[in-house]
């Protein structure tokens, strides 16, 4: 494997000197690889090595009849399990696009057509006699069409041919389009799916369209070249080996196929200044974010430790440093530092003023002695949101500072009641040698803005939404401002612990320089249609004084729909659950793939102890080392991050979700109440859109009034 222009793609060579096959395999290919039964894979790996080893490897491949595309073969693996190649006319370029069982295969390779997009040039496949059948058979019942306001030259420009476009004029609203989306070539989908959300023209074409577009003239005959620039959904192997050690992890294949759209961004070759990209779940932005911090260490000389690469949680961060391993030579590596931000505030505080002692939320509430109107927990929140995040050390500071995230609206006098207590509460810290992880990077923040040069060249952050402003302010004193200083990832729409920022505020300008990604290679479109449900129709505040969007925002991939399982008492929830996780691991899936989810630990601990009575064994996810023979059991926060082939989310009842004491009581402040019950549908929806292929959502009781019914 080689890399071209800091690129992770996969090249074909010949091999000593003899004429190969050469492979390309399909996204589609390695999905359903991974669905296989383990000695299925196997035997689907002999067939493939002894095809790649062969000098005539069309002798190994069957031609079917009656076929729309004469280039399409299959492959026998087993008696029942087929392979569905792409041959070329000529050469020895095939590309894997399918593993199913023969009658399926052979059925899915009469009907359909390979063809070269005339406007990217990239593969296109699609179910040429349901278009027909569709565009011949659908008679809209309405003259108010999905597509009414795109004429046919814009539609066209966008990579829309002819057969695609008269069913496109055919469909009604967006339940037609989903329902046409199997038939049709996936890139033109997304370009219809962009326009019927509410995107214009032009946002299709710089998003969706303009990232393919190839450099050298497109010969749509050409299909070997058509391959080799489908990138997002192919990626070309060199031999057996490479092949196996593809298929030895094909749930890691998002690694291998950057979506032209994710490519461009982290393959920019500078950007003039700090650079933010945003997107909902599964798009891939800790993707880009590996493959940005790639970018930066393979295309300039730099010094041991110079790019920081970072994240708001222990976890996440060592989630980036094993990715990162697979991604860079020893060289390479030396150059980068992995720290979750507390860790690194951290060892600068303890630098300079030695051990110290974290103080517990417990601790920090008595010490706020409240009374009159405002509570310790209010108290404690003010001085976290708006002390602390406005970097305020006067009273008139505290007059002027800006409250955003704050329910609570307060007047002049009430500010000057509640600042004594505030100002002693952080002076007592001081003088008592407690310091909570905000103060920490506060702390941090300045020691390192005082040092005669910032300790890297470039930060490289992901996760962005969860950071509270003062661990801000020690990120941009990270690095000096300039080219390339820093490049964040996040979505706001997975904020889950209340901290709310303007990134021009703390010192960051990314104005013209924000990119968002929308389509999701993770959460089937089943699952996440769904889990969008849970998130109702509030406005969710970006990261630079606006609201963020997900217009635009979908699966590439189909599935299953969730089940939603109500049942009468927590027993029962405890015993359907395991039934459902004995079928999931009858269905193949190993036990590391499948986790239980709980709001609280307490709760997690409870069920997983119910589960072991019916035979289940579990393990917590925080847990070193972990047993791959047990089913995995988490909260709900503890699943940032993470993706499980199976996600069971429980005890999501009227009685115990939201949790009553993360959501502030209407009496006392109905604004903060309304954004604390908007932070736990982020929560829910977090833990849901962590599901690849099954989703299980359960209760005992009466449902959560944040849980959308089926359906």
Known sequence: MREIDGKLMMLLLPTEGRIVPQLAVHVDFLREYAKLQPPIQKQTDAALKKFTEHTHAGLHLEKLT???????????????????????????????????????????????????????GVLELRDVAMIEQLSSEVIPTTTDLL????????????????????????????????????????????????????????QVWADVVAPRIPDEPIDQDDIVAAVERTQGRIALVDGPAELLELLDKPIAMWRVFLHPSQDELAYRPSYAGSAQVTGGPGTGKTVVALHRVK?????????????????????????????????????????????????????????????????????????LNADGPFTATFLLEEWRQVVLANDVHTLDDYLVAPRRGRGRGLTKRQKQEIWPRLDKFAADLRRDGLWTFLTVADEAARLVAARPSPPFRHVVVDEIQDLHPAQWRLLRAAAAVGPDDLFLTGDPHQRIYGNHVSLRRVGIDVRGRSAQLRINYRTTAEILRWSMRILGDAAIADLDEGIDSLTGYHSALHGEPPEIAPVANAAREAEDLALAIEQWREDGVAAEDIVVVARTFPHARTIAKELGVHGISTTELRTGNPSPDAVRISTMHGMKGLEFRCVAVVGVGKRSFPLQKAVTPVAEDPVRHVLDLQQERCLLFVACTRARERLRVSWSGAASDLVPAAG
Do not use: C, K
């Open 295 to 367: 970018h930066l260490v393979t295309t300039r000389e730099l010094p041991a430790r110079s790019v920081l690469l970072t994240s708001f949680s222990r976890a996440l961060a060592e989630a980036l440093e094993r990715d990162l391993e697979t991604m860079l030579d020893a060289d390479e590596r030396r150059a980068v530092a992995v720290l979750n931000v507390d860790r690194w505030a951290m060892g600068v505080v303890r630098a300079e003023h030695g051990n110290f002692t974290i103080a517990e939320d417990d601790q920090l509430l008595e010490r």
């Open 66 to 120: 009656n076929m729309r595309d004469e280039r399409v073969r299959t492959i026998r693996i087993t008696d029942y399990w087929r392979g569905v190649v792409l041959a070329p006319v000529s050469g020895d370029r095939y590309t894997l696009m399918r593993v199913m069982g023969h009658d399926e295969a052979v059925d899915w390779a009469r009907r359909r057509l390979f063809s070269v997009n005339e406007v990217s």
């Open 147 to 202: 597509f009414a306001h795109v004429d046919d030259g814009d539609l066209a420009r966008l990579g829309i041919d002819e057969q695609v476009r008269r069913l496109a004029r055919t469909l009604s609203d967006d339940a037609a389009l989903e329902a046409v989306e199997p038939f049709i070539p996936v890139n033109q989908y997304e370009v219809l799916y962009g326009l019927a959300t509410g995107m214009t023209v032009e």
